[in-house]
């Protein structure tokens, strides 16, 4: 479960969020929490950026998948 600006919403399996954090230097003040059993992994900036510089192939992957999820976002957003 996600909090942003004061809105809750529940993520599925598989699911990225926070990716708004790592191309950009404004904060955005969320919180989460587990409402089922599961697993997390955190992916800082300095890390995409070390992930691009030692293996650009996998950085522009990443890159492609946080469009893609931004994407997605947007347009969940869109028709609420």
Aim: charged share 25%.
């Amino acid at each position: 479960e996600i909090t942003q600006g004061g809105r809750r919403s529940e993520q599925g399996p598989a699911t990225a969020f926070g990716d708004h954090a790592l191309v950009s230097t404004v904060p955005a003040p969320m919180s989460c929490r587990a409402v089922s059993e599961g697993e997390a992994l955190r992916f800082s900036r300095v890390n995409l950026v070390k992930l691009s510089r030692e293996q650009p192939a996998m950085g522009v992957k990443m890159l492609w998948a946080l469009l893609e999820n931004a994407y997605k976002v947007q347009e969940a957003d869109a028709e609420d």
